[in-house]
């Protein structure tokens, strides 16, 4: 864990986030022994659809909303106009999460899926898991990424700006990329409609709700309730929802992980690759640029991590839940924790190529939680 770079206390995490490697390879031990021993009860819950033909799986949505909308309660306006001030770090991690991420992903799991392990993994899988590393990588995070910027003393208010950022940049571009390079890169046709569908469903629905509720609830009960008593409710319920969301991709990816545990490892070859070239070009650009390390770590685990619940949804919606290419972002599920905490750990060693920050970065309110800031700071016992 890192240590506070004023006090050099160390920095700890709740129960959850500390096990969150665990809790990931419980979940998936759960899922699969639930898709092999009752494979009726699966099939059932992966049949509820959004009306027929949709493909908009009903148990993923419904847990996807309430993983989002307690972060899309955080989208301030306000803070995304006064990026302006500090326009250096957020301009290099839009460079990468957009223009740099998705192309890069395309490239790399063409040169495997394609080229290098097509002979073992057939032409079929391998557009599929070509198609599924192209969904990844076009959805950034804007979760997780904010138990890795706590790790590395990241300035929480850059973070929470960029995470809205995403999210609103996501509305118009997901949908554009991920058509055009699954389309261009593999053999695959991409039902529009439904990709369109799915940004709908996964991020302005909750999007909207969050953004209204806010507005609504700052009027009504004021800035310290909703920070202090509102929010922190979500906390237990994000939890469980990522849990139960994990249970479920695991359980629908039964068959798959159990039979071809062999191309699980091939798939994260490039996985790994991107992850690792796309944190590593973040962090370069923020030290040419001289910006201070609270800024360029949390920069550099944006610029790498994915935001794999609307990956998972969005390749089931496409593609089916049995499907290489969902299959692919589950793999991403796997190994999304170890290399984040590597990637964390990297940034606070590295420390010292930058620039001390001219102040302490403002720790968030008490009650910014999980899945939109920083639970994680005030139920560590940590004090603020």
């Not at 997780?144 to 929470?160: E, H, I, K, N, R």
């Not at 700052?218 to 922190?232: I, N, T």
């Not at 010292?352 to 016992?381: I, Q, T, Y």
Request: proline letters at 6%; hydrophobic letters at 55%; charged letters at 10%.
């Amino acid at each position: 864990m890192t240590g506070n770079a004023d006090t050099g206390e160390k920095r700890r995490l709740g129960v959850f986030e500390r096990y969150l490697s665990l809790w990931v390879v419980l979940c998936m031990g759960v899922g699969v022994a639930l898709g092999k021993l009752l494979p009726g009860f699966t099939d059932a819950v992966r049949s509820l659809e959004f009306g027929e033909g949709s493909q908009i799986n009903v148990a993923i949505a419904v847990l996807i909303w309430l993983m989002v909308y307690p972060m899309m309660l955080k989208v301030d306006f306000g803070s995304v106009v006064a990026v302006r001030e500090r326009p250096r770090g957020i301009l290099v991690t839009l460079f990468v999460n957009w223009l740099v991420k998705p192309f890069s992903m395309a490239a790399i799991g063409y040169l495997f899926f394609r080229v290098l392990f097509q002979p073992w993994i057939g032409a079929e899988l391998a557009n599929q898991y070509l198609a599924g590393s192209i969904i990844l990588a076009a959805a950034p995070c804007t979760a997780m990424v904010f138990v890795w910027s706590y790790l590395t003393d990241g300035d929480p208010a850059y973070t929470l700006v960029q995470v809205s950022l995403n999210d609103l940049i996501m509305l118009v571009l997901f949908a554009p990329i991920v058509g055009f390079l699954v389309t261009g890169a593999s053999t695959l046709t991409v039902p529009f409609k439904v990709l369109l569908l799915s940004v709908v469903v996964f991020i302005l629905v909750p999007l909207v709700l969050g953004v209204v509720s806010r507005v609504a609830l700052l009027r009504a009960k004021g800035a310290g309730w909703f920070e202090r008593k509102f929010l922190p409710a979500f906390h237990p319920v994000t939890v469980l929802a990522l849990l139960a969301t994990l249970v479920l991709i695991f359980a629908f990816q039964a068959d798959n992980l159990t039979s071809r545990f062999f191309h699980v490892v091939l798939i994260a070859i490039p996985l790994l690759i991107q992850v690792y070239f796309n944190s590593g070009l973040t962090y370069g650009l923020m030290k040419w640029l001289a910006v201070p390390h609270n800024v360029a770590a949390p920069g550099a685990l944006i610029g790498a991590s994915n935001f794999f619940e609307l990956a998972v949804a969005t390749a089931i919606a496409l593609f089916g839940p049995d499907s290489g290419a969902a299959l692919a972002t589950v793999v991403g599920v796997l190994v999304e924790v170890p290399v984040m905490l590597s990637v964390c750990s990297f940034c606070n060693r590295t420390r010292r190529w930058f620039p001390a920050p001219a102040g302490r970065p403002a720790l968030p309110l008490p009650g910014e939680g999980l899945r939109g800031g920083a639970d994680a700071v005030w139920n560590s016992g940590d004090p603020p």
